[in-house]
């Protein structure tokens, strides 16, 4: 199975600044025939269903404010808050979808400084 | 709205069963396939199991594979994870998800809040 590992466990930002996340899969999740990261990211706030934020590493869903981004390919991934608001605080996972079982990485648990 | 709700979280004894259900609502549930995502207590989500929409076709982890199973009933827009042989491990909250399927592979567009499991004596 793919072993996604993200870096940091948990992160303090002050609000109004960046907040950036990383994502290391064990295998490329870059399918070279269409050239697309088979990566997602989720939000999870405490009682609250997680939230599809980002697939295909970059593609922000419908609703999804655009402080929100996803980078990367291949094998390192990055999402990044490029502002923090308070309601952002939230344990972030990514997931790739390249190879099933699909598999998610250990969450990161952001919180304002 | 689109919306999963779970139920049937419970404590159950090792060796025991439970029977898990999601309902849906505010989307055609007989066109999507749908999963079960778990999540043990300090630990990362895990998918467990995922159904066609018709049931024809079923997929497992491999560390439940031949204790649970998975069905639905799309008259009744419902899912069903049927647990057997319940361990310790197996401790954790578990997620209804819809699936967005892109060839053989999947993420998760629509999740539920989650119903809880434990296994304890």
């Known amino acids: 199975d793919f072993v996604m590992t993200q870096s940091p466990d948990s992160l303090a930002v002050s609000l109004g600044e960046r907040a950036t996340i990383n994502c290391k899969s064990s295998q490329t999740v870059l399918y070279s025939s269409n050239n697309r990261n088979y990566l997602a990211w989720y939000q999870h706030k405490p009682e609250q269903p997680p939230r599809l934020l980002i697939s295909?590493?970059?593609t922000r869903q419908s609703g999804v404010p655009d402080r929100f981004s996803g980078s990367g390919s291949g094998t390192d991934f990055t999402l990044t808050i490029s502002s923090l608001q308070a309601e952002d605080v939230a344990v972030y996972y990514c997931q790739q979808y390249y190879s099933n079982p699909p598999t998610f990485g250990q969450g990161t648990k952001l919180e304002i400084k | 709205e689109v919306q999963l709700v779970e139920s049937g979280g419970d404590l159950v004894q090792p060796g025991g069963s439970l029977r898990l259900s999601c309902a849906a609502s505010g989307f055609t549930f007989s066109t999507y396939w749908m999963s079960w995502v778990r999540q043990a207590p300090g630990k990362g989500l895990e998918w467990v199991a995922n159904i066609k929409q018709d049931g024809s076709e079923k997929y497992f982890v491999d560390s439940v594979k031949g204790r649970f199973t998975i069905s639905r009933d799309n008259a009744k827009n419902s899912l069903y994870l049927q647990m057997n042989s319940l361990r310790a491990e197996d401790t954790a909250v578990y997620f209804c998800?819809?699936?967005?399927?892109?060839?053989?592979?999947?993420?998760?567009?629509?999740w539920g809040k989650g119903t809880t499991v434990t296994v304890s004596s």
């Open positions: 998800a819809r699936d967005h399927i892109e060839g053989l592979y999947f993420y998760f567009d629509v």
């Open positions: 295909w590493a970059s």
